[in-house]
């Protein structure tokens, strides 16, 4: 059971490159998050998704762009990377938005833009 | 300011001791409290979820403890092992539209040598 999983984990771009952060599933879960975390500060929410073709805002979406073509896929791009785009990006992924419903998180990428 | 404040900010302990960690909350209203712990180089991971009703909640060595009136938990840790290394994270779910938001506190990072 591969549970969910990001790629690539590791990634160095440069200021201006578009990359593309890849995040995949396999519980069939309907929501499904994009956070950052940053030295000193805790999760920031980018996007969420509450199923295919369905996405929205989180808190610092400025600079992202999501789509959800598929249940299992929830790609995260950055169509300009810049500097301040340097942090370590998780995916996660829920059965439901109900507060008693877990959040099972991926391993991370770490992006250095340069 | 943050909602979620953790406290201290890091710790060192020789394993066998006990531990307490912190984590002060402004969010109103709010759904539940959870901790996680995240082991360098993954995601979080679920330790307890704990509802405003409930006022303590154990997992193996792990117990939180919830005073909604003070707007306060700690995570008791028992008998610490180097593996409990890591960062833990005060996390408190709020109902925000159409989905319920998790407010990610910075951590508290944990360094038990032997």
């Known amino acids: 059971d591969a549970g969910i999983t990001q790629s690539p984990r590791y990634k160095i771009t440069e200021t201006g490159r578009q990359v593309t952060l890849m995040c995949h599933q396999t519980w069939s879960h309907s929501y499904m998050f994009w956070y950052r975390q940053d030295l000193g500060h805790g999760l920031r929410l980018i996007y969420y998704?509450?199923?295919?073709?369905?996405?929205d805002k989180g808190e610092v979406p400025d600079g992202y762009v999501v789509s959800r073509s598929k249940t299992e896929n929830f790609p995260l791009t950055l169509e300009s990377a810049t500097r301040s785009q340097t942090s370590v990006y998780f995916c996660?992924?829920?059965?439901?938005?109900?507060?008693?419903?877990?959040?099972?998180f991926g391993p991370g990428t770490r992006l250095t833009v340069t | 300011k943050n909602q979620v404040e953790q406290s201290p900010q890091s710790l060192i302990i020789l394993e066998g001791k006990n531990c307490t960690l912190q984590c002060n909350y402004t969010v109103s209203p709010f759904s539940n409290l959870r901790w996680y712990k995240q082991d360098t180089g993954r995601g979080p991971v679920s330790l307890t979820i704990m509802t405003f009703s409930e006022n303590t909640k154990s997992n193996g060595r792990y117990t939180a403890t919830l005073d909604a009136d003070t707007k306060q938990s700690s995570l008791h840790i028992t008998a610490s092992q180097l593996s409990d290394s890591a960062s833990y994270i005060c996390?408190?779910?709020?109902?925000?539209?159409?989905?319920?938001?998790?407010?990610f506190g910075a951590g508290t990072r944990l360094a038990v040598h032997p």
């Open positions: 998704s509450a199923a295919a073709d369905i996405t």
């Open positions: 996660a992924s829920s059965e439901s938005s109900s507060s008693s419903y877990e959040q099972y």
């Open positions: 996390v408190v779910s709020a109902p925000r539209g159409g989905y319920n938001k998790l407010i």
